[in-house]
């Protein structure tokens, strides 16, 4: 029995931990492109999201335990809509959600007897993609501001040195997700060659640029398949694929600037549940969404 | 920030609770005092005369959804407060949402309504069912039964498009509320506020089931006119001023406001058929 263990070890270990905990899953790309901000994660689960909407003009991605960063998520919700609340919508930035997470990752890490698994990116579109702001955010509580790109979960070394080579800004929608779909696909396939990943092991959304109010939509179904597809890349099939969410006209002086939001498209949600009942079925209490591990125990990545 | 972060850093535990999906049972955990029905009221029964009051607002369903309006005055007394107050919204993506009586607390209770759908869509990924949705907004009009009983009293007129309705003409619905936060289903069409017995008579003459939308912004801007002539809380069509009567729609599209122009169109085209028997 061990009486006595150095700081520096403690932390050692829980770093050990929870960076081996996050590097069991797979990668979540987070990039600026030309319309906004796109999320790329690997998820065979339509139910249980990595990828999901914290506000207006912010988004959030996450990798490493699911019911951890599901816990993490909802703390961003709440203190999202407390703040836009009780001031004003454009008072809520990605600044104070990432703020928020880090200490409360922080206190977690160093207080707690196990550190949170998990690893999350606060993004918050900008009027142009130099005004983008992606935060990466590690189980420890260190926050780093990444303009342009953020990869996390699994090998994401990996995958963010075959994105970062050919990242552009003024990238289309088109362009931006297949980079990043290329990227994903590096890591995991048999004898180093890429894998072929299809539209339904992706969960891809965005934070549009040019949508006024609530920013945040899903790309999903058969518009996702036509761009991953497509070899000719046209960014119109893109946007014509943008779950096109109705959204009542702003009308800033009152408090309907309040409900300029999206609606969740519940046709192709209930499509989408029926294609993969197995996943929607759920894990609640599962480590990851994904619902296989095949890697198995990789080693640390970082 | 209203709440800050603990003394460790962290943010508080009511942030990481699990089990609520509703910004009000948040709200009431870390800033009960925001809530509008926790507030101490000052005594005295006065409060009516010295606050803006808002008045009528119609709801009619129609073919492909359902369409609220409603009139542009706050009173405060014998006094005119505002002119070109709104008070007809969009709730979320689906529903509208109307209300009528103390301003102050109307428009409050209106932006809480919304952030409570937004905030449960964000954290459950999916809507509410419409009912849903008008049972949240009873039980925020019941926590102001305290201050209706002082003379502060709102009530809200609920109307969405409900996207599990077998057929779209029957997707349309209306919701009305009592202070006591009673919520009742009403058909075909209904009114609210000071105004609500003039404009429910003239819609009870001209809607018909099934009628179309363009014809029920009509019917909509021609009830208030209606309610306007003779009830001196709620306000006509103002040409002067351009101001006209807020008109939204919810139909599978989503929710949609009128634009000034298009319902000063209409208006203009009531007045015209007016000039030539306006009424004794």
Known sequence: MQFYASP????????????????????????????????????????????????DRIGFAAVGRYPEFENLRSAGVRLADLHGYSYGRRDVTGRQVANAYARTLGAIFTQESKPYEVEICVAEVGATAADDELYRITYDGSVQD?????TMGGQSDVVSGVVKTRLQPGQTLAEALKLAVEGLAIV??????????????????????????????????????????????????????????????????????????????????????????????????????????????????? | ????????????????????????EFLANVAPEMLPGRRPLPPGMAAADVSAHATTIVAIICSDGVLMGGDRRATMGNLIAQRDIEKVFAADAYSLVG??????????????????????????STMLSLEGKANRLASMVRN??????????????????????????????????????????????????????????????????????????????????????????????DILRGIFPVIMAATVEGTRRYTDEETRAVAEEIIAERRDNPGI
Do not use: C, W
């Open chain 1, 8 to 55: 520096e070890q403690i932390m050692r270990d829980r770093s050990e931990y929870a960076r081996k905990g996050i590097a069991r899953g797979r990668s979540v790309v987070v990039l600026s492109y030309e319309g906004g901000v796109l999320f790329v994660a690997e998820n065979l689960s339509t139910a249980l999201h990595k990828v999901s909407e914290i506000y």
């Open chain 1, 146 to 150: 990444e303009p342009g790109l953020v």
């Open chain 1, 188 to 302: 995991g396939g048999e004898n180093g060659q890429p894998r072929k990943l299809a539209a339904n092991q992706l969960e891809v959304a965005v934070l549009d640029r040019n949508r006024p109010g609530r920013s945040f939509r899903r790309l999903t179904g058969l518009a996702l398949t036509a761009i991953l597809e497509d070899t000719s890349g046209t960014a119109t099939v893109a946007e014509d694929g943008l779950e096109d969410k109705p959204q009542p006209p702003a009308s800033p002086n009152t408090p309907a600037d309040n409900a300029s939001g999206p609606a969740p498209s519940t046709e192709k949600a209930v499509e989408a549940a029926g294609d993969a009942p197995a996943e929607s079925g759920g894990k609640p209490s599962g480590d990851e969404p994904e619902g296989d591990e095949p890697e198995g125990d990789k080693p640390d990545s970082k």
């Open chain 2, 1 to 24: 920030m209203p709440t800050g972060l603990d003394h460790s850093g962290r943010l508080p535990a009511a942030f990481h609770a699990a089990g609520t999906s509703s910004f009000s």
């Open chain 2, 99 to 124: 209300m009528a009586g103390t301003a102050g607390f109307g428009l409050e209770m209106m932006r809480l309504f919304q952030v409570e759908l937004e905030h449960y869509e964000k954290i459950e």
């Open chain 2, 144 to 237: 102001n039964l305290g201050a209706a009983m002082q003379g502060l009293a709102v009530v809200p007129l609920f109307a969405g498009f409900d996207l599990h309705a077998k057929s779209v003409d029957r997707a349309g619905r209306i919701f009305s509320f009592d202070v006591a936060g009673g919520v009742y289903e009403e058909r075909g069409y209904d009114s609210i506020g000071s105004g609500s017995l003039f404009a429910k008579s003239s819609l009870k003459k001209r809607y018909k089931p099934g009628v179309t939308t363009a014809d029920a912004v009509k019917l909509a801007v021609e009830a208030l006119y209606d309610a306007a002539d003779d009830d001196t809380a709620t306000g006509g069509p």
